[in-house]
């Protein structure tokens, strides 16, 4: 990405699902201007991927690693991503 702009992919655990937290992080990524894509995994996980500026995207993660109500994110591990692996123009929920 250019323009001070960079992409990460997140893997979430603890409770994660079942709590509303990918609508939580639809609204926080739209409310940053950030784009990318959140969806649960079948081990239980959550992966977002996300990509926007550097500051909103460290105050997107600040937020996450507490989440909505009812969550409780036990760990967060944070992969970079390339530039064309990273090239959403808005924010989604991936069923």
Known sequence: MTG???AVRLLL???VQGVSFRYFTLRLARRLGL???VRNLPDGEMEVEVAGEAA????FKAAVRQGPPGAAV???RE???RPE???WESF????
């Open 85 to 87: 692996d990273a090239a």
């Open 92 to 95: 989604e929920i991936d069923h």
């Open 56 to 59: 909103k995207l460290e105050e």
């Open 13 to 15: 655990r603890g409770r």
């Open 35 to 37: 784009a990318g894509r």
């Open 4 to 6: 001070g702009r960079v």
């Open 79 to 81: 992969e970079p991503l």
């Open 74 to 76: 036990t760990a967060m």
